[in-house]
């Protein structure tokens, strides 16, 4: 694929972008899937011409390229499966400017998502979409994957906040596309398309972003529940009351477990379960919605319901959701994070579904996540070389979850993990669509081969 004598070329042609050396090889060979395929090169442009010479050597030379942000993601999409170069876009990371008059933003595709959130909040303006990864993730990745939060259930994913893109086709093309205004719907909504392609149709290289008037005030609650069942029974009341909370994340026993030192109260019990909830708004709608939402938890048969009074407790609530994945991460060597939606009214049976999964497979299985939103992410862990029981695991999880109505994805994407099922999900002729698509963009399969579509 890559040669001594064509990286050579491409050392010559890429300038002092392109990185050969281990250490920039190995940073590039994986992302928090657990999965590890080291590229030959990596190259760090600073602008979209720079990539678009890049994709017209690959056209040249027929080389894979993957595109790469962070590396914070949970399906290897970002890893150069069948070798060739990454573009890594760490280093394209200006927020180019903020039109506190239009509410929009552009940026580079590197921009961490944090820095935008702050950025924008200076201003007293708002950009909803809040992966767990906020603080180190990128919104090139946020865009490719479709990325979601727990505000997501208030304001929608990160679609829902790209008026236009501007990103390098693989022929090497710079294709601008979308609008710079709150409507437009000229044509084919081709950054629609891009967004959520997981880097397999182009690489963004600019980004024109919605923003929001920034909520005045944050309330925040827990709401502590006998087990699992009682919790997510809970959410569906929530989430018809006519309040729309702008969180709603629970977390299981087996999460709590791995996160007790943290905890700023006691467990009522060996099976407790939580939901954390946030409404926000004006101060007086926030303060009376908390009261709302904590009455309807009393009455959906919470033990307790107990608010964050200050932004300290909120942040260290905050702090324990996030934790939970990492830990979760580090508490075995084999790890498979599945992020499965199901309809709202659906979640008990998920839950129910999952400890007869776990037996059956002799897994562990830990679940949280975005609740309101029915994004319940599935976590299983084992001792090593249990990796193919996983996957069987998955598999069965992925058939319960469609049996229920629901999707194996709500956000993470398909990536390499979730490939093999995905004709579970999608139908020949769908997936026939998808794959012209493909082709019709990346005829060689140049650009980030072997991920989300079967050949
Ligand atoms: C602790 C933790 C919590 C998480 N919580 C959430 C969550 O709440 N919600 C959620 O949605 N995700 C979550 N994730 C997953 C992950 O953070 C998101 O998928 C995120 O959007 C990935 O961004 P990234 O910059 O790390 O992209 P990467 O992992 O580098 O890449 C992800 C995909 O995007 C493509 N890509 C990256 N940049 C570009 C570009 N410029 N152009 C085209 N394609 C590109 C890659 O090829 C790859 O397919 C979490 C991950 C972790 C580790």
New binding site residues.
């Given amino acids: 694929m890559l040669d001594t004598a064509l990286l050579d070329d491409l050392g010559r042609a890429l300038g002092p972008g392109l990185r050969l050396d281990q250490a920039a090889l190995e940073a590039a060979a994986t992302?928090?899937s657990g999965l590890r395929h080291p590229p030959q090169a990596v190259f760090f442009p600073r602008n979209a011409d720079e990539i678009a010479r890049l994709m017209g050597l690959s056209t040249r030379y027929g080389f894979p390229v993957?595109?790469?942000?962070?590396?914070?993601?949970?399906?290897g999409?970002?890893l150069a499966r069948e070798g060739g170069l990454v573009?890594d876009?760490t280093a394209?990371a200006r927020i180019l400017s903020v039109d506190t008059i239009n509410g929009v933003a552009v940026v580079e595709?590197?921009v961490v998502?944090k820095t935008l959130r702050d950025a924008a909040a200076t201003v007293g303006l708002f950009y909803p979409?809040?992966?767990?990864?906020?603080a180190?993730?990128?919104?090139?990745?946020?865009?490719?994957?479709?990325?979601?939060?727990?505000a997501c259930v208030k304001y929608g994913?990160?679609r829902d906040y790209v008026l236009g893109l501007t990103?390098v086709l693989p022929d090497g093309e710079i294709l601008k596309t979308g609008v710079a205004t709150r409507k437009g719907v000229v044509g084919y909504d081709l950054a629609g398309l891009?967004v959520g392609?997981?880097?397999?149709l182009?690489?963004?290289?600019e980004l024109t972003l919605k923003l929001i008037p920034h909520p005045r005030e944050v309330r925040t609650a827990v709401a502590l529940f006998a087990d699992a069942r009682a919790a997510v029974a809970a959410v569906s009341a929530v989430m018809t009351s006519g309040i729309c909370p702008s969180a709603v994340e629970f977390l299981d026993r087996a999460c709590l477990g791995l996160v007790t030192e943290l905890l700023p109260f006691k467990l009522p019990g060996d099976d407790a379960a939580l939901l954390l909830l946030e409404v926000d708004g004006d101060p007086d709608t926030a303060a009376r919605d908390i009261g709302r939402v904590a009455a309807i938890c009393r009455d959906s048969r919470a033990l307790s319901v107990l608010p964050a009074d200050d932004a300290a407790r909120r942040e260290q609530l905050w702090d324990i959701r996030?934790q939970t994945?990492?830990r979760i991460?580090e508490s075995a060597p084999v790890y498979l994070?599945e992020?499965t939606v199901v309809p709202i009214a659906r979640i008990p049976d998920l839950i129910d579904a999952l400890p007869g999964l776990a037996q059956r497979f002799g897994l562990t299985v830990y679940a949280f996540?975005?609740a309101g939103d029915g994004n319940i992410h599935v976590n299983v862990t084992g001792e090593a070389g249990s990796r193919e029981r996983g996957h069987a695991l998955v598999r069965a999880l992925v058939a319960a979850v469609l049996s229920l109505g629901g999707t194996m994805s709500?956000?993470?994407?398909v990536?390499i993990t979730k490939q093999p099922f995905i004709d579970m999900e999608l139908s020949p002729r769908s997936l026939a669509l998808q794959q012209g698509l493909k082709r019709l963009f990346d005829p060689d399969s140049r650009l980030?081969p072997g991920?989300v579509l079967p050949r």
């Fill in positions: 992302d928090d993957t595109p790469r942000g962070a590396g914070t993601g949970l399906c999409g970002c573009v876009t394209m595709p590197g998502t979409p809040d992966p767990a990864s906020f180190t993730c990128t919104l090139g990745g946020n865009a490719a994957t479709n990325a979601g939060g727990p994913v990160t990103a891009l392609s997981e880097g397999t182009g690489i963004i290289t996030r994945s990492t991460h994070s992020d996540g975005h709500g956000e993470h994407g990536g980030n991920k």
